[in-house]
């Protein structure tokens, strides 16, 4: 039995299955103090029987270097008593079992790279909801660099009816996250993107900078697919929008042409959870 953490910043979602395409069990518990919402997982999978192997997707900032003392941490993550957090460690002592770690955005894109087919195929996922944040998968790996992709980070070129907002990033202002998350979208509208009108220029807005994030990673990373999830995503007719606006930022320059795709997650919500399975399974493996 493989067991399985994403690790949200409001939720953990845990599951327990042979494969990850058969998911024998899954829990919700509240994302509270880490003491408190590690041990509450652990019991959990000891009461699922035990596992022989977890993965974990994370938010982050997260350390992912297997040569540094601080693989599997959280780092400086703005969230209350995280920073500095040793989950990957207090499971693998815990349970006693090999860990697979990675962000929760790029076990989303192992997991949607999987669900394309898989094979040498590039994509990114993007996660638009209380944050933004991305992962890449190229020949079939997730990509690590220095660190892990902050895609959230990077600095749009600003709308023409959005110039006045400072954005809502502590440390960037008016980057990505800034000026197109979930939080950011409320403190200048007083309300969430599904809930303004249709014709409300909001929408436009937001499809603008997150248009431009795709048009960003298929000229600089020469992906194939977009695929975008989270919480503001799944405003009606929001995601096609992005797509088409896409498409006019490229005005047909970049080799790939229509290959190029900005789409909804072939598992819907499951792709976070689904892609803590593959970690687990390569952790098994290892």
């Given at each position: ?28 518990i509240p994302t509270r103090a ?9 019991a959990w999978f000891a009461a ?26 959280i780092t400086n993550t703005p ?208």
């Amino acid at each position: 039995m493989l067991g399985a953490i994403e690790a949200g910043g409001t939720k953990f979602v845990l599951a327990v299955g042979e494969t990850p395409d058969a998911l024998a069990a899954r829990h919700v518990i509240p994302t509270r103090a880490p003491s408190e919402t590690l041990a509450e997982a652990a019991a959990w999978f000891a009461a699922q029987g035990g596992v022989e192997a977890l993965g974990i997707g994370s938010f982050g900032p997260v350390e992912l270097d297997r040569a540094s003392d601080r693989w599997g941490f959280i780092t400086n993550t703005p969230k209350p008593g995280w920073a500095d957090c040793d989950i990957a460690g207090f499971f693998a002592k815990g349970l006693g079992v090999p860990v697979g770690f990675d962000t929760d955005v790029n076990a989303a894109a192992l997991a949607e790279h999987r669900a394309a087919g898989g094979g040498a195929g590039s994509l990114a996922y993007l996660t638009i909801g209380t944050g933004i944040g991305g992962g890449v998968v190229l020949g079939g790996e997730a990509v690590h660099g220095i660190a892990h992709p902050e895609i959230g980070h990077i600095y749009p070129r600003r709308h023409p009816q959005d110039t006045e907002f400072a954005g809502i990033c502590p440390h960037h202002g008016d980057c990505l996250e800034g000026l197109a998350s979930g939080p950011a979208i409320f403190a200048r509208w007083g309300k969430s993107l599904s809930d303004l009108p249709a014709d409300h220029p909001a929408h436009a807005i937001i499809a603008e900078y997150v248009a431009q994030a795709c048009h960003t990673l298929f000229a600089s990373v020469a992906v194939e697919q977009v695929v975008i999830g989270g919480g503001v995503a799944s405003t009606p007719g929001l995601v096609e929008r992005i797509a088409e606006r896409a498409r006019a930022l490229d005005a047909g320059y970049l080799p790939g042409g229509a290959r190029h795709r900005v789409i909804r997650p072939r598992l819907g919500g499951d792709a976070g959870i689904v892609g803590a399975m593959l970690l687990a399974q390569g952790a098994a493996g290892a």
